[in-house]
């Protein structure tokens, strides 16, 4: 059957012999869009929170948590709540050790297998990309998440404000997945969730879709969206009758699987990190 938009003749990115290169790959040397929300101030007095954030102790909402638990103190008192404005690192503890100075934010592609989960550890003892991670890795948080059952593309920093501005849905960071599906499907009925859908709900924003390839009741569909929100691509497939037997992400803003075996890790190079957070703070 002949699709409406068959996929270009061109060389695949990701090492999946069986999954189809979708029209839109060339996007992912295209820089992401601009940030809609205003830049933070980085100089002078900042809430705890954040300034534990970008020394890599955890995301935002993780060191809220921490002061919850009563993990965290300065000067050896236990801090209540983050609002407190402090200029600097110096007295702050987690769990009773300092708190390192921050280093320069780093990024790494990781090829995230099926099977593991996107956590640092798992009350049930299932894996976790930690358990597949190479031996001597700064400490690395993951940009967002992948399911269990999904592979591909997942960024992992070493800067908890880096990774909350990628994960903000104001960031308008594309994320391209590509996912093999049983079911009947038309590209028409995929065009319409340009418009965005409701399930169960939960509102999902525009999602640019495309038939890539099928074969029978079998198909390829890439989807590119900018939320991210939990399980998406896999409710919103169902919620259109199809039964998702396999899902990969391909791309995260211009950064893609491409030369990354299943498991495998790389640092993104300085230059292009710079360009690429020099774009987001415009």
């Keep these: 059957m002949t699709t409406r938009r068959p996929p270009r003749n061109t060389p695949r990115s990701t090492p999946e012999r069986d999954a189809p290169r979708g029209r839109r790959a060339a996007r992912a040397d295209a820089p992401p869009r601009k940030l809609k929300a205003e830049p933070e101030r980085e100089d002078g007095p900042q809430r705890i929170a954040k300034l534990l954030a970008r020394a890599g102790v955890g995301s935002r909402r993780d060191v809220e948590r921490m002061i919850e638990e009563g993990r965290i ?52 003892g299932r894996k976790t990309i930690y358990d597949i991670l190479p031996k001597g890795l700064p400490r690395l948080m993951p940009v967002g998440r992948l399911d269990y059952n999904t592979e591909g593309l997942l960024l992992l920093t070493n800067d908890g404000e880096f990774k909350r501005q990628l994960e903000l849905p104001a960031s308008g960071v594309e994320r391209t997945y590509r996912a093999r599906a049983f079911g009947d499907i038309s590209q028409e009925q995929l065009e319409e969730l340009v418009m965005g859908i409701e399930i169960d709900g939960i509102r999902y924003g525009k999602i640019d879709a495309n038939l890539e390839r099928r074969t029978g009741r079998n198909q390829w569909i890439e989807m590119m969206l900018t939320e991210g929100k939990n399980r998406e691509v896999r409710r919103v497939l169902e919620h259109l009758g199809l039964q998702v037997s396999r899902l990969i992400r391909t791309r995260y803003g211009q950064f893609t699987l491409e030369g990354l075996d299943m498991g495998g890790v790389e640092i993104v190079p300085r230059d292009e990190l710079f360009q690429f957070r020099r774009y987001l703070s415009k």
């Design 73 to 124: 103190a300065l000067n050896g008192e236990t801090i209540a709540q983050p609002a407190p404005l402090l200029a600097s690192l110096e007295g702050l503890t987690v769990d009773g050790n300092p708190v390192a100075k921050p280093v320069s934010t780093r990024l790494y592609r990781f090829h995230k297998p099926a099977g593991c989960l996107t956590a640092a550890r798992d009350p049930k």
